[in-house]
């Protein structure tokens, strides 16, 4: 069984910055792919970034474009999602997600495991 808990959500204001955390203790990274998602209530679960560890591949959904960053540290087990610029419909529950394809896309259904989620508010 995959566990994955993501960390670093909070309240900020926009044009501010976040900083996600995706820990996958006991997982090696190489072996899937790692996806960002986020929900708002009510909403789909919608794609957000994702990254294969193997090759380094990466994508991002057209409204982080320049603003969010993915990136993993192998040795701490932990795939990160810096969030710059941040803007009112950012505000969302995200999640990470491990795919045992290890094809980065971005939909959820390619995914096999998921975190609890951490809550990203953004505010004036």
């Known amino acids: 069984q995959v566990r994955l808990v993501e960390s670093g959500g909070g309240s900020v204001q926009p044009g501010g910055s976040l900083k996600l955390s995706c820990l996958a203790p006991?997982?090696?990274?190489?072996?899937?792919?790692i996806g960002w998602f986020r929900q708002v209530p009510g909403g789909r679960r919608e794609g957000v970034s994702c990254?294969?560890?193997?090759?380094?591949?990466?994508d991002y959904t057209d409204s982080v474009k320049d603003r969010f960053t993915i990136s993993r540290d192998k040795v701490m087990k932990t795939v990160y999602l810096q969030m710059n610029d941040l803007r009112p419909e950012d505000t969302a529950v995200y999640y990470c997600?491990?795919?045992?394809?290890?094809?980065?896309?971005?939909?959820?259904?390619?995914?096999?495991?998921w975190g609890q989620g951490t809550q990203v508010t953004v505010s004036a």
């Open positions: 990254i294969t560890t193997n090759d380094g591949r990466i």
């Open positions: 997600a491990a795919g045992l394809q290890r094809v980065c896309v971005l939909d959820r259904n390619e995914y096999d495991y």
């Open positions: 006991g997982v090696t990274l190489d072996y899937y792919a």
